[in-house]
């Protein structure tokens, strides 16, 4: 009988990290998932604990599992945060990406890796394109990533998802209106919404493609390759308000703050994907309805 291939999967426990869990844990695969809490029960899972700034933990981690899979979903991605404690978004993101990539250079060396970092777009040769501190530790990232893939002949791969959404607990602007809805359906809250620019256009992706997507970088990803994963369209807060309220009851008042009425330019799908096979399967409409059917569920 053939033993299972093992798959390791960070940050297990946030919003796409238990998403990736019910993905891959249908598939045949030894799971071991790393997480600060775990919040949902799966047998087929193993759950365990490791903080990635420690270098010694993830290599003891790693000559444990000896993981022929990893997505690497852990970090720090509060902009907030970076610039309260610019340091820790360093260790989180950066150096824990490097203490992951050596540890497995060592004791995993033919690992498949992907490593999911962020949709922002910095020129690391141009100091006035980081605004924060995150984005310097992310761009870190994609560098570590690439040079461990090219100098050592490792499979490691970069994902930047657009903004992701769908059900499960977000700190995302649809999971925001959508909690907003529920909690006025309850009468628990006055029927208006904030926006500060209702003509403000983002590529929303659900995040049950997203990690589809990463599936596919597992396969058949090139190494060293930084891959755009999104939906290849572009949508205003006004048009999801829009949606939202034709599965409400509630006749819920839209308060602008800062009226604007440029928008952002419409991406397309990167052929790089496409070639792949990977395309995207939810419309905005069906994810917006898991998310409010979730919040409904949820906030019982």
Not at 131 to 138: A, V
């Amino acid at each position: 009988m053939n033993k299972k291939e093992k798959l390791l999967i960070t940050g297990a426990s946030g919003f796409t990290g238990y998403h990736a869990c019910q993905h891959f844990s249908k598939l045949d695969f030894d799971i071991t998932a790393i997480a600060h809490k775990n919040d949902f029960y799966d047998e087929r899972i193993n759950w365990r604990k490791c903080d990635f700034s420690d270098k010694e933990a993830v290599k003891a981690l790693i000559k444990k599992i000896k993981p022929d899979y990893v997505l690497h979903l852990a970090g720090q991605n509060a902009v907030s945060c970076s610039w309260e404690d610019p340091i820790r978004s360093l260790e989180v993101n950066s150096m824990a990406t490097a203490y992951l990539l050596e540890a497995l250079r060592l004791e995993s060396p033919t690992c498949k890796t992907v490593i999911v970092g962020s949709a922002l777009q910095f020129d690391p040769t141009s100091i006035s394109t980081f605004n924060h501190p995150y984005g310097l530790s992310k761009t870190m990232q994609f560098i570590i990533s690439q040079f461990w893939a090219n100098l050592y002949n490792m499979h490691i791969v970069v994902a930047k998802p657009s903004n992701l959404i769908g059900p499960g607990f977000s700190k995302g602007v649809c999971s925001i209106f959508a909690q907003k809805i529920v909690q006025m359906e309850k009468k628990k809250e006055e029927k208006k919404i904030e926006v500060s620019n209702l003509n403000n256009r983002i590529d929303f992706l659900d995040v049950r493609d997203a990690v589809r997507a990463y599936d596919f970088l597992f396969l058949k990803g090139k190494s060293g390759k930084v891959y755009e994963v999104s939906s290849g369209k572009s949508h205003s807060l006004g048009q999801v308000l829009k949606i939202f309220r034709e599965m409400t009851a509630i006749n819920f008042h839209i308060e602008v703050l800062q009226e604007n009425h440029l928008s952002n330019h419409i991406n397309t799908i990167p052929l790089s994907l496409i070639e792949l096979g990977w395309e995207p399967t939810y419309s905005i409409e069906s994810t917006l309805k898991d998310v409010l059917h979730f919040y409904r569920k949820s906030m019982d």
